[in-house]
């Protein structure tokens, strides 16, 4: 719909688009219509239209001719393909005249700039997104596994002894690694990765971890690393060259200040960080700007008993706030309900 309130509709099995403006009783066809075809003034089965404003014409996504087109609002009797080769299902323009394609053929969307040949992916492109990604350490490598009767893995990542993976929104996979003592972020198809924590050798400076376990990404695409043999939680803000200490960092212990080779860690939307404390049999919480933690699971001594753990390694959230423990020397996962009072 454009600023008069005129409405323009992907007419989809009629190949054509059509104008309906205010208060009218019937519409107009103003592009295809001319049956279905790949003609320049023929559709297949368009799928959505948007309105260019500045430059006073259509973009039309043309599905089954796999191509967007250009059609004038000034009496265009034809359209211009402005990109080629790509399914769509829908488009939308940003305020800065960039457009946006989901592309079902790629998983992706892609943003192109009017004369561009590609586009840039923005959102996805990393294959399907019904695949698991597995660390498969021992083998010293990760695999993508189809959960569509996939009998074998494909290796994405080889040569790296990882402990744990995490993804962020837009589809990058984390690899700590502990023989670079980094953690490192990877796109589908990439042969290195970027460092984008640690790498600087074996230690406990800033800009050093010491054989990291488990990572997370927030949504501002900071990295908080369980630093394993440092004992402490490390976030490492997107491009800078060392971390600041979130949790843990007074030595190997059990006081509240204190962690005892840590191994997962999750972060919620508060900033609140929540480590599996492996050697203390705990899960600790440190919220934003705390200078020490406090025990939410667990720091009964190990055992087998529903209020004991006994070497937590990973850990999760799901969306009712349940928390989910992987209790690795008692062989099960334990599930415990963390109130929402406690968690603000």
Known sequence: MDDTQTLYIADLWNHR????KTNATSGQVIAGGNGEG???NQLSRPKDVIIDKKNDSLIICDSNNRRVLRWSLQGGTSGQTIIE???????TMDNEGFLYVPASEGHEVRRWRVGETNGIVVAGGNGRGDRLI?????????LRWSLQ???????IIENITCWGLTMDNEGFLYVPASEGHEVRRWR???TNGIVVAGGNGRGDRLDQLNSPAFAFVDQHHSVFVADKNNHRVMKWMKGMSEGIIVAGGQGEGDALTQLDYPEGVIVDQLGTVYVADCNN???MRWKKGDTQGSIVVGGNGHGNQTNQLYYPTSLSFDQQGNLYVVDDWNQRVQ????????RN
């Open 17 to 20: 688009i059509v104008e309906w």
């Open 38 to 40: 790949n003609s320049t």
């Open 85 to 91: 080769n790509i399914t769509c299902w829908g488009l």
């Open 134 to 142: 597995i660390c498969d350490s021992n083998n010293r490598r990760v």
């Open 149 to 155: 009767g996939g009998t074998s893995g494909q290796t």
């Open 188 to 190: 589908v198809g990439e």
């Open 281 to 283: 049999h705990r899960i």
């Open 335 to 342: 599930k415990f309900l963390i109130e929402e009072s406690s």
